[in-house]
């Protein structure tokens, strides 16, 4: 099994900028594709971003594309979120998962693709 703890959350005003970080524990790091989702009061569990194990492949929901900017470091076991431009609707509780999967390519885009996931970090941006 792998662990996750993400953190970097925060309070921040329109137009500003925030660096997520999940630290993974466990298991190697390296053959786990990575991605970050998050969650709304009230809302569905949304897709927001997302890594191949090889670093190689990423893949953004369309409303983030050109703002958010997710990368890993294998060295430290860590994936990040640059979010950059922030929006009141990027207001939400942001979470990390992780698959293991022998594909260097592959990426998930649902929740399904998933099965080990973090406590997530709460992302509040004021107008």
């Known amino acids: 099994q792998v662990q996750l703890v993400e953190s970097g959350g925060g309070l921040v005003q329109a137009g500003g900028s925030l660096r997520l970080s999940c630290a993974a524990s466990?298991?190697?790091?390296?053959?786990?594709?990575m991605g970050w989702f998050r969650q709304a009061p009230g809302k569905e569990r949304e897709f927001v971003a997302a890594i191949s194990w090889s670093g190689a492949d990423t893949n953004y929901v369309d409303s983030v594309k050109g703002r958010f900017t997710i990368s890993r470091d294998s060295a430290k076991n860590t994936v990040y979120l640059q979010m950059n431009s922030l929006k009141p609707e990027d207001t939400a509780v942001y979470l990390c998962a992780a698959r293991e999967t022998s594909a260097s390519r592959w990426y998930g885009s649902r929740r399904y693709d998933y099965n080990y996931w973090g406590q997530g970090t709460q992302v509040t941006v004021s107008s």
């Open positions: 466990g298991r190697p790091f390296s053959s786990y594709a």
